[in-house]
C-alpha cells in the first residue's frame, strides 16, 4: 500500500478524493490540506510516496509547488482544465485526472502510481546495468549495455538506443551522470554522455560511436581520457 496526501483548495474536492481512497486498497491518504503551506510542513517533517495534487491554486500553481518540493514522490495532477495536461507531463506526473473523475479512472491512476512506486523499489535492488526513467506517462526500463549516447537537451534527456530508437524522459545532465556507473560511462561534453565500451574511435578530439562523431568537451577532457586511456589506447 501506498502512502499519500492530498493537496486542493476546494474542501468538496478533498472529500471526494478522501471517499475515493478509502475504496480503493492500494492507497492510504495521510492527510488532506487546503493549503499549501501546511501541505509543505507537513512533507518537510514526513515521507509520502504520492501526492494527489490540483494544479490552479490561489497563490501557487499545483506545478510550481511539486517543483519547488523536490521531493521524491509521485504526483497525481487533478484539475478541471485539461489544458495542464502537457504542464503535468512536463513534470514527469504519474497521470493527469480531468475534474470530475469517476472511481474506475481514480484507480487506474492509483494503479500506475502503484506500479511506478514498485518498479523503483526494484530499481533500486538491481544491478546497475538497468536504470528506470519515466518517458511520458509511462516506466521505462533501460538496458545500459544497449545505450549507444545519451544526449542533453536542456530539462530533458535523449536515450539513444539500437535501431535509430530512443527515449525521452526529464531529468538533468548532472543527475543523469550521477546514476551511472562511472567505470562504464564518462561525459564528454555538457551535451553528451557516452559508454566507454561501445567507443569505436577517437580522434581530433572526437569520438566515433555508432554513426555519431561527439565533440570533447574542454573541460571534460581530462577525465574522459583517463578512463579511455584506462580501457584501450586512444588515436589523436
Do not use: W
Not at 168 to 176: F, H, P, S
Request: aromatic share 12%; with cysteine.
Amino acid at each position: 500500500m501506498i502512502k499519500a496526501i492530498a493537496l486542493d483548495d476546494e474542501p468538496l474536492a478533498l472529500n471526494i478524493l478522501e471517499m475515493l481512497c478509502k475504496k480503493n486498497d492500494d492507497v492510504e491518504l495521510l492527510r488532506t490540506f487546503t493549503q499549501p503551506s501546511a501541505a509543505k510542513e507537513y512533507l518537510d517533517a514526513n515521507t509520502v510516496d504520492l501526492i494527489f495534487l490540483d494544479i490552479q491554486m490561489p497563490g501557487i500553481s499545483g506545478i510550481e509547488f511539486f517543483k519547488a518540493m523536490r521531493a521524491n514522490m509521485l504526483v497525481i495532477f487533478t484539475t478541471a482544465f485539461s489544458e495542464y495536461a502537457v504542464e503535468g507531463f512536463n513534470v514527469n506526473a504519474v497521470d493527469f485526472l480531468l475534474k470530475p473523475f469517476s472511481l474506475d479512472r481514480f484507480n487506474q491512476a492509483v494503479t500506475k502510481a502503484v506500479q511506478y512506486n514498485a518498479l523503483e523499489i526494484f530499481t533500486k535492488t538491481q544491478e546497475p546495468n538497468f536504470i528506470q526513467v519515466k518517458s511520458a506517462y509511462s516506466l521505462v526500463n533501460i538496458n545500459l549495455n544497449e545505450v549507444i549516447l545519451i544526449e542533453g537537451l536542456d530539462d530533458y534527456i535523449k536515450i539513444h538506443l539500437p535501431n535509430k530508437k530512443f527515449v525521452v524522459t526529464r531529468i538533468t545532465m548532472k543527475k543523469m551522470i550521477e546514476t551511472l556507473n562511472e567505470k562504464q560511462f564518462v561525459r564528454i561534453h555538457r551535451s553528451f554522455i557516452i559508454p566507454l565500451h561501445k567507443i569505436e574511435s577517437v580522434r581530433n578530439k572526437h569520438v566515433y560511436i555508432d554513426n555519431f562523431v561527439l565533440p570533447i568537451g574542454a573541460s571534460y577532457e581530462d577525465d574522459f581520457f583517463d578512463k579511455f586511456n584506462s580501457i584501450s589506447s586512444p588515436t589523436n
